[in-house]
């Protein structure tokens, strides 16, 4: 490998991946600012078909065992129509919910730019039936509620690239890290905090590669049912696929956001074998780390969908703990430090049980 490079402050890397949109199937700025920093730790990463970047470690023609996930995008919204007096409607991408988001100015991103926007609700001063208002005093507000205001003709959309399909991403000043004692809180920590630890684990990794067949995948469309991991697991079929994640804090799992990585049992797509449950509870004990273990009711991760397709043998899960999730997210400023530690503990005690 060439020479390396030391990674920023964590809350720095942090705020400089927050700050980059990447709309499931639109992830080109994080790749971009991902890839910068892989090649500053020394490997030469690629991009596949599907726009997964692809880190192997150690040898790179060495059949893949274990591929560690993750993920680039995050929640967003797509034009769904362009009406001929400019008006726009929305969908989601991914779980992004109208109570997370509110009324918040946007852009719009098309090949030729961003166009800015604010997403609308209307004004409250109404009780006439066709307004948001009047229907959110008795169910809640859904995406076919809101709209987008550009000031905008639909000629003069059409000419700035504006047409469904577009991707609408938050603007840039909500997109902002803040600081609170030692917790940090921003939009998109899900998963742009665990491309910290993935980042971190990879720099901890060029000292000391792991055993042959391990590959560090960022991968794309993760929100909307994981596509960029089933597609590069549906190729490789390795033995195991461990996604980096959010640990949310939930009635089922409560705790405070620390610094104390969370272990996913089961999620709505699988459940880990026993045997890999155990081996990550021998790594934790070996390394003095008591994790948050977690049964989840809701959720799923680059892991958990690909093993649900028969994509990879064993599906495991490692979080951040964190408040919030899919909203104004809050997590410890330590969290992923100690994410990244567990996960190269365990992809060690790994290469150690392989055969040489």
Not at 105 to 125: E, K, M, Q
Not at 154 to 178: M, N, Q, T, Y
Not at 312 to 333: D, F, K, Q
């Amino acid at each position: 490998m060439a020479a390396r490079a030391a990674l920023p402050d964590t809350v720095d890397l942090l705020a400089e991946l927050v700050a980059a949109p990447g709309p499931p199937g639109a992830e080109g700025p994080v790749r971009v600012v991902v890839e910068r920093y892989v090649r500053a730790l020394g490997y030469d990463p690629s991009t596949d078909a599907k726009g997964n970047l692809l880190v192997p470690c150690g040898c790179p023609s060495t059949t893949v065992h274990t591929v560690v996930t993750a993920h680039l995008d995050e929640i967003a919204l797509i034009v769904s129509t362009l009406e001929t007096d400019g008006a726009m409607t929305v969908a989601p991408m991914g779980g992004v919910h109208p109570h997370k988001w509110g009324e918040a100015p946007v852009d719009i991103l098309t090949s030729l730019g961003s166009v800015p926007a604010v997403l609308s609700f209307g004004s409250i001063h109404t009780e006439h039936p066709s307004s948001a208002a009047a229907r959110a005093r008795t169910a809640p507000l859904t995406w076919a509620d809101a709209f987008l205001f550009t000031g905008r003709t639909a000629s003069e959309l059409r000419e700035a690239g504006v047409r469904p399909g577009c991707r609408v991403a938050l603007a840039a000043d909500r997109r902002r890290v803040r600081t609170m004692g030692p917790y940090v809180c921003a939009p998109f920590l899900d998963d742009r905090a665990d491309l910290v630890a993935w980042l971190l684990a990879l720099a901890a990794l060029a000292e000391e590669p792991p055993a042959p067949g391990v590959l560090f995948a960022a991968t794309v469309s993760e929100e909307v049912g994981g596509e960029g991991a089933k597609y590069l697991l549906g190729r490789l079929r390795p033995e195991r696929c461990i996604a980096l994640e959010v640990g949310p804090s939930v009635p089922e799992s409560r705790f405070l956001p620390d610094d104390r990585p969370t272990i996913w049992v089961s999620d709505t797509f699988a459940a880990m074998d026993a045997a890999e449950a155990e081996r990550l509870a021998r790594v934790c004990r070996a390394t003095g780390v008591e994790p948050h273990w977690q049964a989840l009711s809701r959720g799923g991760s680059d892991a958990s969908c690909a093993a649900a397709d028969g994509l990879a043998a064993h599906a495991v899960t490692l979080g951040l703990p964190m408040e919030n999730t899919h909203g104004y997210e809050i997590m410890h400023s330590g969290a992923p430090a100690a994410l990244a530690r567990l996960l190269v503990a365990f992809l060690r005690s790994i290469s150690a049980a392989s055969p040489a």
